[in-house]
């Protein structure tokens, strides 16, 4: 039987990882020179990269994404301002706890041995 209910919360918690992604390039838009414009995409390759991860290992993409919403508070000083708060470690919180989900609902026992499938 096919797990529905995980196979979906994997796909809500990839969209809004790649739609976080796209959010945080939209800072890379006010650079002046390529160089900077390359600097500013890195925190967006660094969620595309998790992304990809955790589309084939959701337990070790829920990892990835929670060390980076750590990280990503005590770099953007969310624990200082509400509103950092709110965009930038809440969606990592969010995609963290999908993938945790979906790695949970995944983990289905094996049926027993000689049971008729």
Request: charged content about 10%; proline content about 7%; cysteine-free.
């Amino acid at each position: 039987m096919n797990n529905v209910p995980g196979r979906a919360v994997g796909w809500v918690a990839r969209i809004l990882g790649l739609v976080f992604a796209v959010f945080l390039s939209l800072s890379a838009l006010n650079s002046p020179s390529i160089a900077e414009h390359l600097v500013q995409l890195i925190p967006t390759f660094v969620v595309i990269a998790a992304v990809i991860v955790a589309w084939v290992r959701p337990g070790l993409g829920a990892i990835l994404f929670l060390a980076l919403s750590a990280g990503a508070t005590v770099y953007y000083h969310g624990y200082e301002r509400v509103d950092r708060l709110l965009a930038i470690t809440l969606p990592l919180v969010v995609v963290t706890v999908l993938f945790f989900l979906q790695w949970l609902m995944g983990k289905q026992p094996s049926p027993p041995a000689g049971a008729a499938g």
